[in-house]
């Protein structure tokens, strides 16, 4: 005990500053609970943030891969008909869309000769199958190509030229495409911000009779 100070004032002294010190601990063990509470709450915010821009980024992926599926599959046709021009028209679809949705097998008897009909009609079915997915197959199941793909071929016999178009389904909405009329009912109507296109337009050349 210090000198000049009673034994009563001694213990009230260091009863207050056991108080002191004992209210300076809670007050910085209360400080550290909020500043943890602070610091999970920004870190959550900070994970659900990655998770939506990862899940963006997914799907941005995957749309470049559908839209590089598609042109694939144009080239591949525009390649069937440039390998058999003897059969022009034949390829021609009118109205008809192959892909999803198409149950029957392609037929052509009206332009070449039997061998190049035949040569068009493997290249047409075969070109609806890949527009299912079958180039992929999991138990049995297509999962390959595209989201509801869907091929259309417009032969104009004035110009002679083709307007090969692959359509499908994408997975956020964007701009409705205008090039093509392929699947235009079939992803929500006209005005369907799903549905995806590509067309390419090929000029054939006139051959001499």
């Known amino acids: 005990m ?27 063990r209360g400080f550290s609970i909020i500043e943890v509470l602070i610091t999970l709450l920004v870190f959550s915010v900070g994970l659900l943030g990655y998770a939506s821009l990862q899940n963006r980024a997914q799907k941005a992926q995957l749309e470049v891969y559908q839209r590089v599926y ?10 069937q008909i440039r390998s058999n021009p003897l059969a022009q028209g034949c390829y021609g679809l009118a109205t008809t869309e192959v ?34 997915g079958t180039g992929e197959v999991l138990d049995g199941t297509s999962v390959g190509g595209l989201l509801n793909a869907r091929g259309c071929i417009v032969y104009d016999s004035v110009n002679e030229t083709y307007s090969i178009s692959v359509v ?13 009329s392929c699947g235009v009912t079939s992803y929500g109507g006209a005005s369907s911000k799903l549905r995806r296109a590509v067309t390419y337009v090929l000029r054939t050349p006139t051959l001499d009779s």
């Open 2 to 28: 210090p000198a000049g100070m009673t034994s009563s004032q001694f213990k009230v002294g260091a009863f207050g500053s056991r108080s002191q010190d004992s209210r300076a601990r809670n007050s910085s």
């Open 70 to 79: 598609a042109l694939n599959l144009v080239d591949y046709m525009v390649d």
């Open 168 to 180: 499908w389904q994408g997975l956020v909405e964007t701009i409705a495409p205008t090039s093509t």
């Open 99 to 132: 892909g999803s949705g198409f149950s029957g097998s392609y037929t052509c008897s009206s332009y070449g000769t039997t061998q190049t009909q035949a040569q068009v009609v493997n290249a047409v079915n075969e070109w609806s199958d890949l527009l299912k």
